[in-house]
């Protein structure tokens, strides 16, 4: 497979997810991987090097296992050392409150190795949620030694790999809308995530040894609807490490340490910004959230207080998703509509190669795997396209069930999460 990027070409700039930013996992994208680590792979981008993984499957046919996960929950699972890690939501059948639960299981055949209650938040906090929304919806991060949950306004927890809850913090209130969906990004010992409710929205750094406050960034934006629901990404660019973060009207670079905003670049009135962004060939890949979405190629490089005018390289209105993430292959990016339209652009000029319609509806994010770009749909229908310049659809495959939550990959196998199981595709 292509790399994502070429760094020959631009070895000022990579992303960091991939050199150790993970804490004591270290996870590499190497040949023969295993680990699947966060939301969107070891990268935070949809990359996988693993190999043999399966092309056609169907509800009854290609499957290793499928069980039965309790609760709800569209938080995408995460794999590390044979075990996978997600989160769900119970209710409590004494009381009638939510609980949201961490669970352990093992992937070589789907038993529930652990579940352990980690919050028990005031049913105040559960009450408003968006249809294609759940309690525990963001996705874990896994690392040697640690779990690490998170629930947006309900509260953030850090569990051992056996089960333990190490810390919790629940004093981060805010007002969301329609309830949680970013999941965290963890960048050395600082866990950071987006908190953009409907008002005085900010970015927020958690110590992650003791889940205590580091910094709270106010977002200023002046955006007339200010909630947004994306995942950040963190990047280094000629040697200074940032943390990209979407929100309400633009998306904005911090500092890891300390918060403060390196830059920003703004697309108007743009809200319920969910995508993560993607980064390849020196660029940011990004979309600009509802109602009519915008998809973004911004450089990053040299960019500093309001860059608006001076890097955003090009941009495509045709086909921009409100909800999936792109995918980066070779010298092109991958993206679907949520009403089901993937496009294939080439990544620097944003000449589009082709528009296709896959059919139904899209949530999930695609991953990009030995030349293959997958798709889901929240049907359950994945899709896999051959990576390039022109159109090929490889397969349309079926599981019969609804599916919002993004695809882990490992070799041989992929795990796919629906509304009522959890599926490993493959051997």
Request: aromatic share 10%; hydrophobic share 40%.
């Amino acid at each position: 497979m292509t790399p994502p990027f070429r760094s020959s070409r631009i070895p000022a700039i990579r992303t960091l997810l991939t050199h150790g930013w993970l804490g004591a996992s270290a996870v590499l994208a190497t040949a023969g991987e295993t680990e699947w680590p966060q939301f969107r792979g070891p990268t935070g981008q949809g990359i996988s090097q693993a190999a043999d993984v399966p092309i056609k499957w169907s509800a009854t046919e290609g499957v290793a296992w499928n069980v039965e996960v309790s609760g709800r929950g569209w938080s995408s699972p995460v794999l590390s050392k044979g075990r996978l890690y997600l989160t769900s939501a119970e209710t409590d059948t004494a009381s009638g409150d939510v609980t949201l639960h961490a669970l352990c299981l093992d992937s070589k055949d789907g038993h529930v190795l652990w579940d352990t209650e980690v919050l028990r938040p005031d049913p105040g906090k559960v009450a408003a949620m968006h249809r294609k929304n759940s309690p525990a919806s963001a996705t874990p991060i896994v690392t040697g030694d640690r779990l690490f949950v998170h629930f947006g306004h309900m509260g953030t927890a850090a569990l051992d790999l056996s089960g333990k809850v190490l810390w919790r913090q629940t004093e981060l209130d805010y007002p969301p809308t329609h309830g949680n969906g970013g999941s965290p990004v963890l960048v050395g010992d600082a866990l950071i995530f987006s908190a953009d409710g409907q008002k005085d929205p900010c970015v927020i750094a958690l110590d992650a040894k003791t889940g205590v406050l580091r910094w709270k960034t106010a977002r200023n934006s002046t955006a007339k609807k200010l909630f947004s629901f994306s995942t950040p990404l963190a990047i280094e660019v000629g040697g200074v490490k940032e943390v990209i973060s979407p929100g309400s009207g633009f998306v904005g670079a911090y500092a890891p340490t300390d918060g403060h905003e390196l830059w920003r670049v703004g697309y108007g009135e743009g809200f319920s910004v969910v995508p993560r962004p993607v980064f390849a060939h020196g660029l940011l890949f990004l979309s600009s959230g509802f109602d009519r979405p915008t998809f973004y190629a911004i450089k990053p490089e040299g960019a500093a207080g309001d860059a608006t005018a001076t890097n955003v390289a090009w941009s495509i209105s045709k086909g921009a998703p409100n909800t999936p993430s792109a995918v980066v292959v070779g010298d092109e990016v991958y993206f679907v509509s949520d009403g089901g339209i993937a496009t294939c652009a080439a990544a620097s000029t944003g000449e589009v190669l082709w528009n296709e319609r896959l059919g139904g509806n899209f949530s999930a994010s695609p991953v990009a795997v030995d030349g293959r770009v997958y798709f889901q749909s929240e049907t359950g229908v994945g899709y896999v396209v051959k990576a390039g310049k022109t159109y090929e659809l490889l397969a349309t495959n079926e599981l019969g069930e609804r599916s919002l939550a993004s695809y882990a990959v490992a070799d041989g196998a992929i795990y796919i999460r629906t509304e009522a199981h959890l599926w490993k595709i493959g051997r």
